[in-house]
Structures are given as C-alpha cells and as structure tokens.
C-alpha cells in the first residue's frame, strides 16, 4: 500500500539520540491513523546508528532504512530521502529532536485545510540557541532576501511538510549541492506555516559546526543568485570612478603648480584596489567551481542499502542525484 505520509530523516552519528527519537515520533504518526513510513537515512555513519536503526527495523513496521555509502551530507541525505519517499505527502525532520515530531499532526492537517503544497515549520520561538545561533542565523535570512530570496521564509529551516507534486518537481531538479531551504520556495507552489517553540538537542552533540555553517551559507549564495557576479561589476565600476576622479585631481594640482605628495595614501589606494581585485576573481572562481562541477554530473551521493528494496530483485536501480548499489562490486559507480 502506498503511504499517505512519509518522514524522511536524516541522521549521521545520532546513536544518543536515536532511541529518545523513536520513542516520541512513533506514537504521534500512530495516532494520526493513516498509513506512512518513516525513511531513516543514515548519512555514513561511524556509530551504532547502524546497528539501532537495524535494531527499530524489527520492531516498527512502517520503519524503512536507506544507507548511504560513505557520508555525503546534510542536504545531500536528505535529497536521498525525498529519492525515496513514496508518501502523497513528505515531511522532513532531524533527529535530535529540536524540531519536535509532534508538529507533524499541525503541519498535515494545515496542508489539507489549505490546499497547501508546501508546509513550514517556523521557529518562533528560539530562546534555547545561543545568542551567536540566533545572530548568524538572522543573518543568514536576511542576507539571502537581500540578494533576491523574497519568498523566503524567516527561522524556517528544512523542518517541512511537502505534497507529492512538490517532492517530484525537487527531484526532477538537475542541480547539484543544493540547499532545500531555498529551492523550494522558489519552486512558487502554494504555502503555509506552522509556528513551534525550539527546544534543546535531546542528546548527542550538534552535526553542523561552524565550518558547516559556513559552507552552508556560501553553498547558498552561489547556488542561489548571481548578485555577487555584479557585486563584482559594481567594485569594478567604482573604481573606474574613484580611479578618474584621482586622475582629474592630480592633473589640477599639476597645473596649480603644488607638488604631487602622499605616498602613504597611493600606495593604501592600490592596495585596496589589489584586494577587490583579487575578491572579485575569488567569486568568479567559486562560480566556475560550480560549472565545473556541474559538468562533471557525479552523483551527490551513493545508496548502498534500502530496506524496502533489500527483498525486491532490483540490480543497480538508479535514483535522483545518487546510485543504489546491490553489491559492493558497483561500488564508486558513476
């Protein structure tokens, strides 16, 4: 039977974690008396998240394990999942229980009575982040509404409830390290939201530090806009003006006979200008880095296991953005 809901988690070293998920988000999808599955996608991990969620396998039915083969990311896992949901509706969720389950029953009966397509979840409440959290995250919100993310929403992370036209159109999508938060507003379907208070990772330790974060960001504003190319554009345009501008005063001084003098503030102006110089090749670099990568059409990631498919003959099935592996000979496969 096709599930009316599928939950696709992603989960990479959530072994403390893991038990205290299951406990709360089990009796929740229970009690909304539809069928669904909950896809567990385990981004590589190097715990016991393995052996746990082999553990729940045996105990929860509706409990389906994708694995990936090595780790491959937060946004790259999840895209896995949303491969493999078979739900007409599809939520997404981490594990560590800061965006909690029981939001979920809202967030359906919200895309129903409103013929939404896509359901937020919004953190109205952010009082359990630190000060630095909640500061680099407004940040983050306002920089991409700046460079042209006006349907995004603020404090609405990947905690989300989509419909099955919304998860085809996201997995018909060629783009590689994409970042979901901002694809899929731009995708214009019909939307909702639903507010709820962050609460405290239940356990475990944060899987997204600030070198993640910022890979995150500048993920999200080369993928997102070309607004940094004519940042560029604009440098070189003010310093054509500011570059005239001295020209004209050096010639008046010449001709009112007063001797050229400021060596310190030449060579400040030149080096100023070798740095937006060297700014401006640095994000046109990181602009070909994505060209070339997208060229290069490697898959985001590897499925090396899926519970459904493991009692189904299906050699070497492919899957959106990534290849399911049946033996270990196809490994690596492009």
């Given at each position: 039977?096709?599930?009316?809901?599928?939950?696709?988690?992603?989960?990479?070293?959530?072994?403390?974690?893991?038990?205290?998920?299951?406990?709360?988000?089990?009796?929740?999808?229970?009690?909304?008396?539809?069928?669904?599955?909950?896809?567990?996608?385990?981004?590589?991990?190097?715990?016991?998240?393995?052996?746990?969620?082999?553990?729940?396998?045996r105990l929860w039915p509706q409990l389906?394990?994708?694995?990936?083969?090595?780790?491959?990311?937060?946004?790259?896992?999840?895209?896995?999942?949303?491969?493999?949901?078979?739900?007409?509706?599809?939520?997404?969720?981490d594990a560590d229980l800061q965006d909690p389950p029981e939001t979920l029953a809202a967030m359906l009966a919200t895309g129903r009575e409103q013929h939404a397509d896509v359901v937020y979840g919004v953190r109205t409440d952010r009082s359990?982040?630190?000060a630095f959290k909640r500061t680099t995250a407004r940040g983050f919100y306002k920089l991409m509404q700046v460079i042209g993310g006006d349907?995004?929403?603020?404090?609405?992370?990947?905690?989300?409830?989509?419909?099955?036209?919304?998860?085809?159109?996201?997995?018909?999508?060629?783009e590689h390290h994409r970042v979901l938060r901002l694809v899929i507003p731009t995708l214009g379907f019909p939307e909702a939201e639903v507010g709820y208070k962050r609460d405290h990772r239940a356990a475990g330790d944060s899987k997204y530090p600030l070198s993640k974060m910022l890979k995150?960001?500048?993920?999200?504003?080369?993928?997102?806009?070309?607004?940094?190319?004519?940042?560029?554009?604009?440098?070189?345009?003010?310093?054509?003006?500011?570059?005239?501008?001295?020209?004209?005063?050096?010639i008046g001084v010449k001709i009112s006979g007063d001797p050229l003098s400021g060596w310190t503030s030449t060579v400040v102006i030149v080096a100023g200008f070798a740095a937006l110089q060297l700014l401006c090749l640095g994000i046109l670099g990181e602009y070909v880095g994505r060209i070339y990568t997208t060229q290069q059409a490697r898959p985001t990631y590897y499925v090396a296991y899926d519970s459904l498919m493991a009692t189904q003959t299906a050699p070497d099935l492919q899957v959106r953005g990534g290849r399911s592996q049946d033996s270990p000979t196809t490994a690596g496969a492009p």
């Open positions: 039977m096709t599930p009316e809901l599928s939950v696709v988690v992603p989960m990479y070293n959530e072994e403390e974690v893991l038990p205290l998920f299951v406990d709360r988000l089990r009796p929740v999808l229970d009690d909304l008396d539809i069928a669904y599955e909950v896809v567990a996608v385990d981004d590589g991990s190097a715990d016991q998240t393995p052996v746990l969620l082999q553990k729940f396998l389906r394990v994708v694995r990936l083969r090595a780790n491959s990311g937060h946004q790259a896992a999840i895209s896995a999942g949303l491969a493999a949901a078979r739900g007409q509706w599809v939520a997404t969720i359990t982040d630190s349907d995004l929403r603020m404090d609405a992370g990947d905690f989300r409830l989509m419909s099955r036209a919304t998860v085809d159109a996201v997995n018909a999508l060629p995150l960001t500048l993920d999200s504003i080369t993928g997102f806009s070309h607004a940094p190319l004519r940042l560029a554009t604009w440098f070189g345009i003010g310093g054509f003006v500011v570059a005239f501008a001295m020209l004209i005063y050096a």
